[in-house]
């Protein structure tokens, strides 16, 4: 009779039956297979003298690495995991981008050895006006074009690193798209020029976005990267992409190993859904999230705000969707603020981990003023 692997003898017992482990090998095999996640991780400065807010030490770093080595993540470049999602291709489990913003000189003295010694590629958002021909605080063209030729691509992070969503005084809509277009249309141009790639994947300056801004860059055919947290998988929004942003801070080992564990959590839908939010009672009604059920369990959800910690919340679990209701009001403080929505996946071979959500706002002073940075 045939058999799982051709034909066998009657008398012949299946492997299965021979080996009471195999059923529970060969299902925690097949479902990693269909895991579909990767994680991106974003860094900015690998120093110890540099902003606290975008830095992380060159110890701490390399303690990073050489976790992802001892677990057996695959670090892949940037754009083949864009081309896997892209064209359907299943992902593989524990699958990592390494991915640095804004060409600091750190990323070439003290990220690249560690990451040429692994033979592991890395992807470097570069804003154009900034990189001179001589090193500075930022790489020059001449190191750019090193760590290209070492394992490195180089990616848009727009000409000039402005805040792509704020207008400028009686800026109407169109003259908006037609600046903001330039930044990035621009940027491609000289990256193009200088070190020959244009790999249309694209960083939003402070992780900043808008729906707006993410159908210009829909339209440019741009995949998008933004500072949410969260893993990347086959329903997640190619305008948008999550990444954990990696500081001292926010990428200490314990936290470390949960972020690049993460499982992709879409929202199918998420009211209000707009990322600027202007006025004092623009959340007065709170935030309500849809999701689609899966291998959790509906009451382990936990939602987090910044500067709020976690927040109180309301869940309704149907068959096939999961309803979860930050109650209002919610007051944000003006500038950058995130809701973040987590639950443990709920089946041995995913235990530890957890599916993440993250929707980034941006939140203007009460005279409807933009927040200054910090």
């Known amino acids: 009779m045939p058999g799982m692997f051709g034909f066998m003898k009657s008398s012949e017992k299946p492997l299965a039956l021979k080996c009471?482990?195999?059923l529970l090998l060969l299902f925690i095999a097949v479902s990693a297979a269909n895991i579909q996640a990767a994680v991106v991780l974003q860094y900015h400065h690998v120093s110890t003298s540099t902003p606290a807010s975008t830095s992380i030490s060159p110890n701490l770093f390399e303690q990073h690495l050489s976790y992802l080595q001892e677990q057996e993540y695959k670090v892949w470049r940037l754009?083949?995991?864009?081309?896997?999602?892209?064209?359907?291709?299943?992902?593989?489990?524990?699958?990592?981008?390494?991915?640095?913003?804004?060409?600091?000189?750190?990323?070439?003295?003290?990220?690249?050895?560690?990451?040429?010694?692994?033979?592991?590629?890395?992807?470097?958002?570069?804003?154009?006006?900034?990189?001179?021909?001589?090193?500075?605080?930022?790489m020059s063209w001449t190191q750019l074009k090193q760590l290209q030729q070492r394992g490195a691509e180089m990616a848009n992070h727009t000409h000039t690193h402005t805040h792509l969503v704020r207008r400028l005084p009686g800026e109407s809509s169109k003259h908006w798209r037609e600046r903001v277009s330039g930044e990035l249309l621009k940027a491609a141009r000289i990256l193009k020029a200088r070190l020959g790639t244009d790999l249309g994947l694209f960083a939003y300056p402070y992780g900043e976005y808008t729906e707006e801004l993410q159908a210009l860059v829909r339209d440019l055919d741009y995949t998008g990267f933004g500072q949410q947290s969260g893993a990347l998988g086959p329903d997640s929004d190619l305008s948008a992409l999550p990444r954990f942003p990696m500081t001292n801070q926010f990428g200490a080992m314990d936290a470390f190993k949960t972020k690049v564990a993460a499982l992709p959590l879409s929202a199918v839908d998420i009211s209000p859904h707009r990322h600027l939010i202007e006025g004092h009672a623009a959340l007065a009604?709170?935030?309500?999230?849809?999701?689609?059920?899966?291998?959790?369990?509906?009451?382990g959800f936990a939602c987090f705000i910044s500067g709020k910690g976690k927040v109180a919340i309301d869940v309704s679990a149907g068959k096939e969707m999961v309803s979860v209701s930050v109650?209002?009001?919610?007051?944000?403080?003006?500038?950058?603020?995130?809701?973040?929505?987590?639950?443990?996946?709920?089946?041995?071979?995913?235990?530890?981990?957890?599916?993440?959500?993250?929707?980034?706002?941006?939140?203007?002073?009460?005279?409807?003023?933009w927040y200054q940075e910090p």
């Not at 299943?90 to 990451?115: G, R, W």
């Not at 009604?285 to 009451?299: A, C, Y």
């Not at 957890?354 to 939140?363: N, V």
């Open 327 to 369: 109650p209002g009001p919610i007051d944000l403080k003006p500038g950058r603020s995130r809701l973040n929505c987590t639950v443990a996946a709920n089946s041995p071979e995913l235990e530890g981990r957890f599916y993440w959500f993250s929707h980034p706002w941006m939140y203007k002073e009460a005279d409807g003023s």
């Open 20 to 22: 009471p482990g195999y």
């Open 285 to 299: 009604d709170g935030v309500r999230l849809k999701f689609k059920t899966r291998n959790f369990r509906p009451e």
């Open 79 to 138: 754009s083949r995991i864009v081309e896997q999602i892209k064209r359907g291709t299943p992902l593989p489990d524990k699958v990592v981008a390494i991915t640095f913003d804004d060409a600091y000189s750190s990323i070439f003295s003290e990220a690249l050895p560690l990451l040429e010694s692994r033979g592991w590629p890395f992807t470097v958002f570069v804003s154009t006006d900034q990189i001179q021909e001589t090193s500075g605080s930022l």
